[in-house]
């Protein structure tokens, strides 16, 4: 989390993050306290205008695995490792419900299987296998405490990774565990989400720049420009194109699963795409930002 005078940046893990917190410190100025993590209730107390980071659901799927397969991040981390996971549970913010979580979990056994999704990241079938395990009651259990959520059996990993950094405050996670439905999927999402601007990945530093202008901001010509030119920090080794690593079953696992963050930011299926690698802008009617939305996608 990059927290300023003004502004508040929350981090959806492999969404350029890296990137735009170096940018805010250019341009804003401010200081990082932890990675990943929640908003506590002081900060809504403060007058600032929160941020939020948001990808193409089907690449960043890809970017999630591809940097497991570099042995890297929370979720290889946790499926690839045998037994019952104590740590990062938050004792310390909320023991109550990492003791029912904890209760609720298994040992994970079938690290080994895990393993083995994350030995080639060229490797489409393992892409494949991988995404399915996420997305398999079976396997769902060795994922972060994303299955002992309500709402993990409704949604992918994903939009619940979304709501849990988006629209639920620290130590406040009753209600999206509660989620059972798909109505109250949304329902949750539009009454409980608090960011008033999203960045996406794909257009990061264009929809930067007109958030912070729109929060109030201003910023020079040559300063805008140095932005958008700058080259992105942390880019993925991958070189495959989306449509290498996706046949027509996995692709429709993801819009299924992981509908409301396709609905919300308007992305579409790579086979529908002219160029599957790209997102075309997707412009308000009004022109203005709206609060809660991407600056250009509503």
Known sequence: MFISDRIVFLELQKTGCTHIRDLLDELVGGRLVGKHNQASRRLFSEGRIFLGSVRDPWDWY???????????????????????????????????????????SRPNRIADKWRRTYQDVNDPGAFREWLHMMHDKEFRPDVEGY??????????????????????KK??????????????????????????YFVRNE???????????????????????????????NTTSRKRKLDYYYDAPSEQLIDYWDRLVVEKFGYAVPSMREH???????????????????????
């Open 171 to 196: 130590g406040n996670m009753d209600a999206l565990n509660a989620i059972a439905t798909s109505d109250q999927l949304t329902d949750y999402e539009a009454s409980n989400c608090f960011i008033d």
């Open 203 to 233: 257009h990061l530093e264009s929809d930067l720049l007109d958030a912070l202008k729109s929060a109030g901001f201003e910023f020079s010509p040559a300063t805008e420009a140095k932005v958008l030119s700058r080259p992105k920090t």
């Open 147 to 168: 299955a002992q959520s309500g709402v993990g059996q409704v949604t992918g990993f994903l939009t619940y990774s979304y709501l849990k950094t988006f629209a639920c």
């Open 276 to 298: 599957p690698d790209e997102q075309a802008p997707i412009q308000l009617a009004s022109g203005t930002p709206a609060r809660g939305s991407s600056l250009a996608a509503n």
């Open 62 to 104: 890809v970017s999630l695995w591809a940097f497991g397969c570099h042995r890297k991040g929370t979720v290889f981390g946790n499926v690839t490792k045998h037994g019952i996971k104590f740590k990062g549970r938050g004792w310390r913010t909320n023991p109550l419900s990492a003791v029912h979580e904890l209760l609720q």
